[in-house]
């Protein structure tokens, strides 16, 4: 009973939330969806691409938007910034009303440049480099996902205070989100530096798509770290952690936020993957809010399973933000939208509530520490009492 009533009154939210009028497909509400449906990530972007449907069939079950149907298109940008500005510029053409774009901040740069020049409303949920927001003003760009500051700050205080670990290897692939993981967390780790209670013994980046990193991994042994904590994409990830395993390194491996789906499991293999720790935005199956339930049954009914990243997630609170800010503006005209979007005050989206800074920031995303079980699916991560 406590069940279907939570059902019930997520399904009464997405009605207050999401419609209004009568139902009419004749005159659609085009959204676009930038990701990568190819392309190195194209887990990221196949799950992306179902989780904005999803949201999309959901709100237009109920009404629309003020009787007009939510549509998406999609461009692929191929997990690269060359495809992607592509991507933008193909959008932008066909004028859809606002753009989710995209997964990676390296591919999203260049996407939210064209459209901010466009004066196209355009929200990241995969791009966590604090630059995108704070190396230039971007009036039209938001992002439901957090910032890499943030990320590193919450590495910081578990690894000292939490864990106890002192010699600390950060290891990057000198793109823009993992080395801007890398940097933050080395700033968030000064203060514990300077009292004696962390020493940075490793600090270095590897070469992307390789596939023998061994003479990184033998680097990194010489230093006799506490703790590796790697900071970019889960590709390498997985080998780097297969790698290391099988030359003998059995320190706790830590991967951050771009590494934890199904296919880094699959790489490193679960012998390997299971144990590994990952700093994380709570993950699908720890979502507790007003419509995740709901959001997240339509998605099993349709794919067999929720999605295995939070990134997804964030592409969905993408599109709910939009319509709630449609529907706040009365408008699609984009600087109606881009102003609702600043203004926003009772947005709901999967994650929760969708509130952003005047620079567009997604507000109060919360980190926690996971780790993979030995079926090779991430629960949270309880430290064992001292």
Not at 65 to 86: E, F, R, T
Not at 171 to 197: C, F
């Amino acid at each position: 009973m406590k069940n279907f009533l939570g059902v019930v009154l997520a399904t009464t939210l997405f009605f207050v939330l999401f419609t209004g009028g009568a139902f009419s497909a004749d005159n659609p509400i085009i959204i676009g969806l930038q990701a990568p449906i190819t392309g190195d990530y194209a887990i990221e972007g196949l799950m992306a691409k179902q989780c904005v449907e999803t949201a999309a069939e959901l709100i237009n079950k109920n009404g629309g938007i003020n009787g007009q149907p939510i549509q998406i298109v999609i461009a692929d940008d191929a997990s690269n910034p060359k495809d992607s500005a592509l991507a933008a510029q193909k959008l932008i053409s066909q004028k859809v009303v606002a753009a989710i774009a995209s997964y990676g901040s390296s591919v999203t740069e260049p996407a939210a440049d064209l459209y901010d020049r466009s004066k196209m409303v355009s929200v990241g949920y995969g791009c966590t480099a604090v630059r995108l927001t704070m190396s230039k003003q971007r009036p039209f760009f938001f992002r439901t996902c957090g910032r890499d500051d943030s990320q590193g700050q919450f590495f910081a205080k578990f690894a000292v205070e939490v864990m106890g670990w002192k010699r600390i290897a950060l290891m990057h692939d000198n793109q823009t989100y993992g080395k801007g993981v890398a940097e933050e967390t080395r700033k968030s780790l000064e203060p514990y530096i300077k009292e004696g209670k962390a020493e940075i013994v490793y600090y270095d980046a590897i070469t992307p798509k390789e596939k023998d990193y061994s003479a990184v991994i033998t680097k990194l042994r010489e230093t006799n770290p506490d703790v590796w904590y790697y900071t970019a994409y889960y590709p390498e990830a997985g080998l780097l952690v297969r790698q290391g395993r099988e030359a003998g390194i059995t320190i706790p491996f830590v991967g951050s936020n771009a590494v934890p789906n199904d296919d880094f499991v699959k790489i490193a293999g679960l012998e390997y993957a299971k144990e590994t720790l990952m700093t994380q935005e709570p993950m699908p199956q720890d979502i507790n809010t007003p419509i995740s339930q709901v959001f997240l049954d339509a998605y099993k009914a349709k794919y067999g399973d929720i999605p295995s990243s939070p990134w997804p997630i964030y592409a969905a609170d993408g599109l709910f933000a939009l319509v709630r800010a449609i529907k706040n503006a009365g408008s699609t005209d984009t600087q109606a939208i881009a102003d609702a979007m600043h203004s926003m005050t009772i947005a709901e989206g999967v994650t929760g509530k969708i509130f952003f800074t005047d620079r567009g920031d997604r507000k109060d995303i919360p980190y926690a520490m996971y780790v993979y079980n030995d079926k090779g699916k991430l629960e949270l991560y309880k430290p064992a009492a001292k």
